[in-house]
């Protein structure tokens, strides 16, 4: 219950309060909660009551909030939950509510390293016999570890970035030779992202049961994927250019504390994992994603089932003593589920671009110049119902490159 | 010739002028150009002349420097040679000298995103033959393209920087199930590393040509490696944990400007590559590494023949429309040369660990806690000379994980 008008159906209900940051006009960028339609406009409301640290919400990144760790957020959470809530902060708090439609909203997060794990069987499975139709699908070391590589931090960019299509090498599976040129199968991957706020020891891993003490929180994340470009180049070293121009993130970041509502056991791993694996109470989300290509919903990929939980991916990610820091992102990789209409990838919709979609009249494989591409996502409360617990939306257009030499 | 006295053998000659951070005491952190065994102390210089930019020099990283561009940085070399050739520049600078042991030195850049390639033929066919002893030792993209993938910026640690050895899953050949515990096969990379100072825009490439408007200068990079956790974990997305751990560069940035006497003309390729890889004046430098362990030579690879130039890994690494920003590392893969005694790595040394190397009067193969390993590379001029033209050293020691379990 607030005493802010929530639109019936918004995202951004009472108990969820993500942190964003947004431009106003010529003012400095700076931090933002989103409820209903409205951001609030932090570092004011702080101000005014004279709260310490208030100059963390005037920045333009939300690092130096993250960087805080865990004691700090929650004091911060139950301190907005009281200003949306109890109507006595009405006064102070309504002047520095500004409309949504009147902000623009650029990267949450200054990226320190991006990790992008592979963690969905479905969607491991299915590439696994798109790229390598003659073997087992699966790789021997799948099950016994969170297979995950390093991304490029750089190119990450706010939802709404134009996307330019890529150029690159690729090989026609016929051609003797590569030739250069812009991307003919360019996807999408359909991924949530974890925000790690407080930094770990280089040396000493995070064990599965720290996972809360370093994560912040959830993006959307789409990794815009070239899959010419990566199936003639990720042999031996991994994917590189197919996947480096460019990654998009959702505006809001979702905390933990917001989505406990939402948490699920990890469904049972079998063969058993490593003990710097396993946990008592390892879980998932109950988070179903929306695809929507120029507006029409093509994909529902779930992501409750996914089979790496995130804690096992933060301790996988330090198991050898690597350290994290503010502002790493690390994400699950493309989610899938096991109906056809729960994939999270054109290459797994279209097969490989065999089976075009049929979308609004239009036959589609890859996408095209001018394609809109938006995911949305939800999570579910344990009464099965939204709960006002979205996790907005990440959105983008492609653009034609300038390029074909 | 410079009015500071240089001892005989110094890699910083008064043509080198590489600049690092230095720490003196408690004084906080700033930037110094190396000469001979000292440091100048270059923001207080820079002060006394009253420069534009002077306070570049008194922060704790390179980054804000190699943002200004070639123009400054040709100017500021220009400056430096003035500093040190002229002897009316004597008691402006003399009272900013400083030991070298007198000074700590800290990481010179503040590393944004951080690419490794892969880029020496014999190392490339020598890990083939290692890691896939049944295939062709170089894949079919290898001689197409330059072959890379990004690696983990914030685990880049200054020299002289402890390596905590790491645990991880790896999988003996003859065993069923993976085990956890404190890698075997702890191994080093030698490589030289090419520091970004201009940064370029998201979905324009950097052509070949551009190289020397971007690119600020090298550094030494060894990439520890861990083999065993490497060899399981890298299909299909390439390594992950066998890197992350650490990687060690070396203090001072060597210019390009003061690398240019030591420029060779790239070796030919043979196929030719694509346009977007062409060039007519493209170049390598004619260094050479030596690794020491304990203090004992054991190889010596040689940076020159490499078969992709550093022009050519920038232009591939932004083919894409990726971007790169100022801090940027982009390190060239391990060198290797023909000869056994010039291998950059202890896999290729006592190929994988059958043929021990005789180090001192005892066998070694992998690296064991305690072991001290040191790289230090010397440019040669066009005379063949080294003439001062020295990048310094990398080194770290080993020291036992904490955890086996």
Chains 1, 2 share one sequence.
């Not at 134009?162 to 003919?184: C, F, H, L, N």
């Amino acid at each position: 219950m607030s005493w802010i008008d929530i639109p019936d159906g918004s995202p951004f209900g009472p108990e969820n309060l993500p942190l964003g940051v947004f431009r106003h006009g010529d003012e400095e960028p700076r931090v933002g909660a989103a409820i209903g339609d409205q951001v609030i406009d932090l570092a004011p409301v702080a101000s005014a009551q004279m709260l310490d640290g208030a100059q963390l919400f005037a920045q333009p990144s939300l690092n130096a909030f993250l960087a805080l760790g865990r004691p700090a957020w929650r004091a911060t959470r139950n301190w907005l939950l009281d200003l949306v809530s109890n109507s006595a902060e009405r006064d102070t708090v309504e002047p520095h509510l500004i409309p949504q439609s009147a902000v623009g909203m650029q990267l949450p997060v200054e990226v320190a390293d991006y990790v992008d794990f592979y963690a969905s069987e479905q969607h491991a499975t299915n590439l696994g016999r798109l790229f390598r139709p003659d073997s087992e699908p699966l790789l021997p070391n799948w099950k016994h570890l969170p297979v995950g590589y390093h991304g490029r931090a750089g190119t990450i960019v706010a939802s709404g970035t134009d996307i330019v299509r890529p150029s690159g090498q690729r090989k026609a599976s016929d051609a003797t030779v590569p030739t250069y040129g812009r991307s003919q199968r360019l996807d999408i991957e359909v991924e949530l992202g974890y925000v790690v706020g407080t930094p770990s020891t280089l040396g000493k891993p995070v064990s599965v049961e720290d996972f809360e003490e370093h994560v912040y929180g959830v993006v959307l994340v789409n990794d815009w994927s070239a899959r010419d470009l990566q199936a003639w180049e990720y042999v031996p070293l991994g994917p590189f250019l197919g996947k480096s121009f460019a990654t998009s993130i959702s505006p809001w970041v979702v905390s933990l504390d917001a989505l406990a509502a939402s948490a699920v056991p990890l469904p049972a791993q079998d063969p058993p994992v490593l003990p710097y694996l396993a946990g008592k109470n390892l879980v998932n989300y109950d988070i179903t994603f929306e695809v929507y290509l120029n507006g029409h919903l093509v994909s529902s990929p779930p992501y409750r089932d996914l089979y790496w939980s995130p804690a096992q991916m933060l301790a996988h990610l330090t198991a050898n003593g690597a350290s994290v820091r503010t502002g790493d992102l690390y994400a699950s990789g493309t989610v899938s589920g096991p109906e056809k209409n729960q994939r999270g990838s054109f290459i797994e919709l279209t097969w490989g671009g065999r089976e075009p979609l049929l979308v609004n009249g239009k036959h589609h494989t890859f996408l095209e110049d001018g394609d809109e591409l938006t995911i949305s996502a939800w999570a579910r409360g344990s009464d099965g119902s939204r709960l006002g617990l979205g996790l907005g939306e990440v959105t983008g257009r492609i653009t034609p490159g300038s390029r074909d030499k």
